[in-house]
Each structure stands twice: as C-alpha cells, then as structure tokens.
C-alpha cells in the first residue's frame, strides 16, 4: 500500500480510484510522465509550451492532453496544467513548491470544504516532482467556459496600471465586483470570504486578482471559479506581505492593525460587514480554522512535503490562527 498522490488516502496504486474518476475519468494514468523535467537538453520541448505564472513570476506551466492512459505536451487546447519544481533556483525550499501547492489545494478542499480545481503530485520521468491540475474551464469537447479574472474585470492591466498590475485592488473591491455580476451573491461572497480567510491562514501572499475568476455556466449564469494557485507561499518567500492585495481601502488604519502592525479578527469581521454577510455567519466562517488546527497538522504531517518545510508549514499557521483569534 502507499499513499495516494492525489488525496493522501492508502491505496494499491499512485491515484486512488475516486482522484482517477475526478482527474482522469477513471483512466489508469501513470503517475511517472514519458519525459523528464525540463533540462538544459531538452529546453526546445519545453520552451513553445511554455508561459510566465505566479510565485514572484518564475513559475512556469505546461499544456498537456491526455490520450488513453498518457499524458502528452501539447501547444495549447489541453485538459491539464503542469507545473515543475520553478526554474529559479533562489527561492528557498523550492523543491518543495509542487507539493506545497498540491497540499495547500488539498487542504482547502478536505478540511475547509473549499471547491478547489481537481489537483495530484506527479513525476517526471527523472522522478522530479510536478504539480497537475484539471482544467475547469475546459469542456470534454475542447470548448471553453467563458471565464475572466478580476484584473480583467476591474480593467487593470500591465500597459494601464503597471508592471504590479494585479496587486492593484483591494478584495472588497473583487466583493462589490461579485454582487455586480453573479445572481446568488450572497452565498458566492461567503466562499470568497471564505477563501480570504483561508489565504490568510496558510500564508499565501500571493492570491492577487488574477488569481480569482468568474466563470459563466452552461445556464449563462456568472459564479465564482473553483480556487487555484494556492500555496503557502511565504515558506518560499519569507519576506512577502501576508496579504497580495488590502482587506479593503483605509485597512491598515483600523485600531488592531495599527496597534499590531497586521490583520486579525476584527480586521476579517469589518471585510464581512462590508460584503454584507451576517456577523453571525461570519464569525462561524473565521472560528472554523482554529477549530480545525489539529485536522490542518494531520494532513500536513501525511503530504509529501520534506519535514523542515512540514515544520514550517504548521507555525506558519499556528502564528495566523493566534492573529484571527484576537479582537
């Protein structure tokens, strides 16, 4: 028996059977890819997939389409993202950063009920770890769901507001944005707080507007994406802000943050007041994750993760949890 590479749970195989169904139809795939990671040798495989994402613009991502059982690299139109140990070698732990996402994801969904894109930890041929996740926004036939993120949606863009672009915003702004354009707001804003939440929790200080999407449904209605790109990304950038964007304008003048010099509950509560959501149901939302620190450190502990970074991981989060239980 081993530990399966999608849901941490024992299994005969590398996928248990429920992460086949969700990531791969069922099909048997190999957790082990027909090539290697991306190498001096083999850069011109690579390179035309190839595109710029987050953790401090170094991480790359690749297109692949699965025929039968294999995964192949494709240009584009693919059903998965794939993600290697980041290029940029000067990032601390960063053998760590596929697992680290691939936990992170696992985390959201198993302890917190978070929808989260169906996500698992995968080999290169070389056995250097990647990080695969399904594409949402991609239908069985190759057509595409109608998806923008909120740098689209607030009109931000690199040529109008700079190279930090998508650091500019507030996550209030991203709420007022949600009651605008999704019909079942209110109960789309509590996952959103939700997720703020959550971010905040496990440290990533990395979740900025384009890391956050609308997508219409086949009934032409606008809902919030299943969540993606969530790391805890502080263990590989320890000197990042504990937030990509503000709570909401004037937040850093609030009395606990200006005492403390950082978020806690009452910072979290007036968010919620402002997406409009019921302190009672608010408070509910923020006392789940003290509630669930020991469920949080259980699956820590059960993750690929080296054990320096596990360690790190969980006072990571044993310091946030202290900020969200103070007023």
């Keep these: 028996m081993m530990n399966c590479l999608g849901c941490y749970t024992e299994s005969k195989e590398a996928y248990c059977l429920s992460c086949r169904k969700i990531l791969f139809d069922k099909a048997k795939v190999s957790s082990l890819l027909a090539f290697d990671a991306p190498n001096i040798n083999n850069r011109d495989l690579f390179q035309e997939h190839s595109k710029r994402m987050s953790i401090s613009g170094v991480q790359l991502k690749y297109s692949l389409h699965r025929e039968k059982t294999s995964l192949i690299l494709c240009e584009k139109d693919g059903h998965y993202l794939l993600k290697p140990v980041p290029p940029i070698r000067t990032l601390l732990y960063v053998n760590d950063v596929p697992e680290n996402e691939h936990l992170t994801m696992q985390m959201a969904s198993q302890v917190f009920q978070i929808n989260t894109a169906a996500n698992a ?182 993750s690929f993760l080296s054990e320096e970074v596990k360690k790190l991981y969980i006072n990571n989060v044993k310091e946030k949890l202290k900020r969200i239980i103070a007023a």
């Design 121 to 302: 930890l995968i080999y290169f041929r070389d056995k250097e770890p990647a990080y695969i996740t399904r594409r949402f926004d991609v239908r069985n036939d190759g057509r595409k769901y109608q998806q923008e993120d909120f740098a689209q949606l607030t009109r931000r863009s690199k040529p109008t507001h700079g190279a930090a672009f998508k650091y500019n915003g507030t996550y209030e702004e991203i709420g007022l944005l949600i009651k605008q354009y999704v019909g079942a707001a209110r109960a789309v804003l509590e996952n959103f707080f939700k997720l703020i939440v959550f971010n905040y929790v496990i440290s990533n200080g990395d979740a900025h507007l384009k890391n956050f999407s609308l997508i219409r449904r086949e009934n032409g209605e606008y809902t919030l994406t299943p969540a993606y790109d969530l790391m805890s990304t502080v263990i590989h950038t320890p000197n990042e802000s504990d937030t990509a964007l503000g709570l909401y304008e004037g937040d850093m003048d609030a009395p606990f943050y200006a005492t403390y010099g950082c978020y806690g509950r009452s910072s979290f509560m007036e968010l919620a007041n402002r997406f409009g959501i019921v302190e009672a149901r608010a408070l509910r939302i923020i006392d789940q994750f003290p509630a669930k620190e020991e469920s949080m450190k259980t699956l820590i502990n059960a």
